[in-house]
């Protein structure tokens, strides 16, 4: 069984002062809430504020990047080691807007990766495709070559905790979402691909989330697909009472 999780991505958002009334109006909405995991990915000035604040509670807090090293001249980084002392089990890795604007690539990718596995880190992994791929009919082809350079050298054994989010990059922040059919289509060949590299049982273990304009209005048919593990969700992560009524989708 994968048990579904629900991530907040909130990008550039939000002061620590933002963030901790985020949480004091979002707990509450979820307290006892276990069907699924929740995660957020607050900004670094605030990501210690908030696993401090998310303590003992159903909620988790992870960081929207990281450094592969455990230190260095390496300004404007933070490290696994560094993570991992405040308390932060979950990262993002290779969103596509570090690999639209920060020059990210999947072989930096990759070593985060196994970085990330390395000190216990829960990596989400990020893929997906331009509309212009989509349009040439280039999906497979872009979400093959991403899974396979991204997951080079990755054993079974280290994949196990692995999410992977599928996000079609004409989908994020553009209010136009993957039709339910589309997304599955793509989990589909994702699992396909992940047990071609790890196996079939660590691919049909792993979950894939979908991400790309997750509004409350179409969550449950999204997570209705059998394919749909969770969603990685952007703006409408950053409203309490919206993210919690994605969280309680029904
Ligand atoms: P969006 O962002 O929900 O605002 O489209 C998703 C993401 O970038 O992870």
Same mark, same amino acid.
């Given at each position: 069984m994968r048990k579904p999780l629900i991530a907040g991505n909130w990008k550039m958002y939000k002061t620590p002062k933002e963030s901790l009334a985020f949480l004091e109006g979002f707990l509450p909405l979820i307290? !006892?809430?276990?069907r699924d995991e929740i995660v957020l990915f607050p900004t670094m000035s605030s990501l210690g504020y908030v696993i401090d604040a998310a303590q003992g509670t159903n909620v988790r807090a992870g960081a929207q990047n990281m450094h592969?090293?455990? +230190? !260095?001249?390496?300004? $404007?980084q933070t490290s696994p080691t560094m993570l991992v002392s405040i308390g932060c089990r979950h990262v993002l890795l290779g969103h596509s807007e570090l690999r639209l604007y920060f020059n990210e690539t999947y072989e930096r990718v990759n070593l985060k990766l196994k970085a990330a596995i390395n000190h216990g880190i829960t990596p989400i992994v990020c893929v997906g495709e331009l509309l212009a791929e989509r349009e040439d009919l280039q999906t497979e082809e872009t979400l093959r070559s991403q899974i396979r350079t991204a997951l080079r050298n990755i054993s079974p054994t280290e994949a196990r905790r692995l999410v992977i989010a599928y996000e079609p990059i004409w989908a994020i922040g553009t209010g136009s979402t993957a039709t339910p059919e589309v997304a599955a289509e793509a989990h589909t060949f994702i699992r396909h691909e992940l047990a071609q590299c790890c196996g079939q049982q660590i691919a049909d273990n792993t979950r894939i989330l979908y991400g790309g304009s997750v509004k409350p209005e179409n969550i449950a048919s999204l997570m209705?697909?059998? +394919?749909?593990? !969770?969603a990685l969700v !952007?703006?409408? $992560?950053?409203?309490p009472t919206t993210f919690a009524q994605i969280v309680h989708y029904a």
């Open positions: 307290e !006892g809430h276990t592969w090293l455990n +230190e !260095g001249p390496y300004t $404007s209705a697909q059998p +394919e749909i593990d !969770g !952007g703006g409408a $992560s950053l409203v």
